[in-house]
């Protein structure tokens, strides 16, 4: 299974992006698929996230701001994000937790200037 994550990109305060995250192989038994972040000297942190049980998590952070959306199955997700501010800049990355098994996709990186 591989993830790749795309969309990335430097925008103003204030702007929009949309990521897309593409699952090649199948996943099987999955427990969540989701966001996360890590911006320079910080710890990787969860954005958002789908459960199995249908459950959706946003980080306080961006609540309101952004939006996880996937395809029917767990192929493609995606993230909007909306009213972008500096303190969005970060490594993006993608995440599909199996029962035994954690993927993560290689990263695109957001950057939002004042």
């Known amino acids: 299974v591989q993830l790749a994550e795309s969309g990335g990109g430097s925008v103003q305060a204030g702007g929009s992006l949309k990521l897309s995250c593409a699952v090649s192989?199948?996943?099987?038994?999955?427990?969540?698929m989701g966001w996360y972040r890590q911006a320079p000297g910080k710890e990787r942190d969860l954005v958002a996230r789908?459960?199995?049980?249908?459950?959706?998590i946003y980080a306080d952070s961006v609540k309101g701001r952004f939006t996880i959306s996937k395809d029917n199955g767990w192929n493609t997700m995606y993230l909007q994000m909306n009213n972008l501010k500096p303190e969005d800049t970060a490594v993006y990355y993608c995440?599909?937790?199996?029962?035994?098994?954690?993927?993560w996709g290689q990263g695109t990186q957001v950057t939002v200037s004042s």
């Open positions: 995440n599909a937790l199996e029962t035994n098994n954690d993927y």
């Open positions: 192989g199948r996943l099987f038994a999955i427990a969540a």
């Open positions: 789908f459960t199995r049980d249908g459950t959706t």
